[in-house]
Every structure is written in structure tokens, then in C-alpha cells.
């Protein structure tokens, strides 16, 4: 009986060795220690039009002929019909003009340039324009799938909460993003997301095309999501010994 309790001791005490739980330091957002990595804040810039980006406008005109001509352009219920992409020269074709060019524009500007160019054949057009292929990407232990920018400035809290938040099994201290950049390679930011100083940096907003990657962090294997879990393999592997024996 001494024997077994020795064997039960030295069972326990490897497990406590080998085995840990998930603490706030590992796992826990917007922390203010000092050992952790301080971000500078930068202003905030808005999209940018690239090269394969995708667009949806919509003419409106006190001109009833013309609006009939130009409401081939939407479904019968009113929604876009068609998308355009920024060829690899910069411009967009658009029924009934030129060539546009919106590569390195804003939203807003890219609007105004189509407004403009559809008044020299519409004097009272008013256009309304959208980036048709507004969404990012998430990767990895994060609830992997592609979601929709549903507003403007998108946090990286917020954009990871739609895929169900991070994994405890996570890497925060790794986390990377992979933003294309037109016809350029693609830019990779890698960043600790535990960092109360990520906010207003360059890795605090999403941006339209973002590949969101968490990979898993290596000492995960040894860890358990709880102190119950955790106690719960000490038992299991007791009773197993105890078994054996």
C-alpha cells in the first residue's frame, strides 16, 4: 500500500508538472503590463480602392427615359445587378462611359469621380456608389470562415468576435494579418493582440480583404481550458494507476 501511494504521489505531482490551465496573462485582452509589447497610435486612414477590388453604384435622374435606361443596372427589387472591377490598369468599365479610373481612391471619392463623369452626358445625376467585396478572412483557432464589414473602422476585437472569438489554444502573441495591396505583395503585420496599447495602432482596425491568421500556440498540448478539466485529468490518470496496480 506505501508503494501504490508513492506511485499516486509521483503520478500527481508529474501531472501538476506537465499539465496547466489557461491564466489572464495567457489568454486576457487589452492588458497593461509592462513586459508586453507597446504599439504606437496612428490616425486612422480610410480604404483605399486597389486593383481586383469590386464596386455597385446606382444613377438616380429626374430624366424618366433616361432612369429607364439606367435601371438595367439594378434587379426588380431594387438591389444592385452587377458588380465592376478595377482591372489592372486602375479603371472600370461602366455601361455608357469611358473607362474610370478609382484605383487609390476613397469610397467617397470614387463616388464623386462617377458622379462627375456620368454629368457630362447626365447634367442632374446623383450616383451612389459601394465596394461590393467587403469582407476579411479569419484562419486558424478562431472559428475559421469569411465575414462581412458591416461598418466603417472595424476593430480587430470586433471583427474576431464575429467568428466566435479566439481559441484559449491561440497564439495572442502572434497574431498576423495579411493585407493585399494591389498589384504590390502583400503586406504581413504580426502583433501581441493582449496589449491594452494595440488600440488606435496600425493593427487595431480591419480592413476590407484582411486574412486574419491565429496559429496554435505550441504549449497548448499541456494545457487545459479550466482548473475542473485540469483536475479532472489528475483523477482520470489516479484511477488509472490505481487500476493498473
Do not use: W
Not at 113 to 133: G, Q, S, W
Not at 159 to 169: E, P, R, T, V, W
Not at 217 to 223: A, V
Amino acid at each position: 500500500m506505501r508503494l501504490m501511494m508513492k506511485h499516486i504521489g509521483v503520478a500527481f505531482v508529474l501531472g501538476m508538472l506537465l499539465t496547466s490551465c489557461y491564466g489572464y496573462r495567457q489568454v486576457g485582452l487589452l492588458q497593461e503590463r509592462d513586459n508586453l509589447p507597446q504599439y504606437d497610435s496612428v490616425a486612422y486612414t480610410p480604404y483605399r480602392l486597389q486593383v481586383n477590388d469590386e464596386i455597385i453604384y446606382r444613377v438616380m435622374t429626374m430624366d424618366e427615359t433616361i432612369a429607364k435606361t439606367m435601371s438595367s443596372n439594378t434587379s426588380a427589387g431594387g438591389q444592385y445587378a452587377n458588380s465592376y472591377r478595377i482591372y489592372s490598369d486602375g479603371t472600370v468599365d461602366i455601361p455608357f462611359l469611358s473607362p474610370v479610373k478609382l484605383e487609390g481612391l476613397t469610397e467617397l471619392e470614387a463616388q464623386d469621380t462617377l458622379k462627375k463623369a456620368f454629368r457630362e452626358i447626365i447634367p442632374d445625376a446623383e450616383v451612389k456608389l459601394a465596394m461590393y467585396n467587403k469582407h476579411f478572412t479569419v484562419l486558424g483557432d478562431a472559428n475559421s470562415g469569411t465575414y462581412n464589414i458591416y461598418k466603417e473602422r472595424m476593430t480587430i476585437f470586433q471583427a474576431l468576435a464575429m467568428s466566435g472569438d479566439l481559441m484559449n489554444s491561440g497564439d495572442r502573441r502572434h497574431v498576423r494579418i495579411g493585407r493585399p495591396r494591389g498589384n504590390a505583395e502583400p503586406e504581413i503585420l504580426e502583433f501581441d493582440i493582449r496589449t491594452n496599447s494595440i488600440i488606435d495602432s496600425k493593427y487595431y482596425y480591419v480592413y476590407p480583404n484582411d486574412l486574419i491568421y491565429v496559429s496554435r500556440d505550441k504549449g497548448s498540448f499541456y494545457k487545459q481550458a479550466s482548473y475542473s478539466g485540469f483536475l479532472a485529468l489528475i483523477t482520470s490518470s489516479v484511477s488509472l494507476l490505481i487500476t493498473v496496480l
